[in-house]
């Protein structure tokens, strides 16, 4: 009897000392609002499609033609553009409206481009299938240009494929590239911006959204999908 009453009493302060320890435990200072595995789990409701998923969804179709935004859609041309900002007005957006930083972009600096993966590979897939390519960017249109150069040979473009670029030119208040997307008979257009996926709509095309890059020049970054339009998934680089 005295052995069982010395154990309980062994047992009993072995748990008053646990007891006594993790009341003394301080927890850390929240420094931030933390997250949930729930929160981590949520996601929006995105139309995502995959390159194969495009290319099988053509299926049995005839041959058309197709369109292509440039910068921020099959090429990462941030370089030329952040260069041009520090050149030509550092502490606004008034150089796109400078015609001798247009001079340097479609001339020189567009060797700083990187051609996008997602460019490639989808640029390519049209060809396979013997798709008619264009490319319609809403940059100024200069005397003389090597956009078409660097897109060809960076989106590995035969030459007799090739179309030489199509520059829309982006006044306020207007779409420009409305006109050359129905001039051509587009029946895809890829784009990055809100204006790419509008104009598409407003021509009633099948408007396909590229990601922009998280660290592109162009801010802010739009909200891919808003619209209801496919988004290609991993196709922000």
Known sequence: MKKTTLTLSAIALVLSFTATSQAKVLMPEVVSP????????????????SIEQIKNSLEGQAPMAVGFDIDDTVLFSSPGFYRGQLEYSPNDFSYLKNIEFWEKMNNEWDKFSMPKKVGIDLVQMHLKRGDTVYFITGRTKTKTETVTKYVQEGLKIP?????????????PGQNNKVSWMRDHKLKIYYGDADADIAAARELDIRGIRILRAANSSYQPLPKAGQFGEEVVINSEY
């Open 34 to 49: 933390g997250v949930t595995v729930a929160q981590l789990a949520d996601q929006k409701p995105v139309h995502w499609v």
């Open 159 to 171: 030459a007799d494929k090739m179309n030489a670029v199509i520059f829309a030119g982006d006044e």
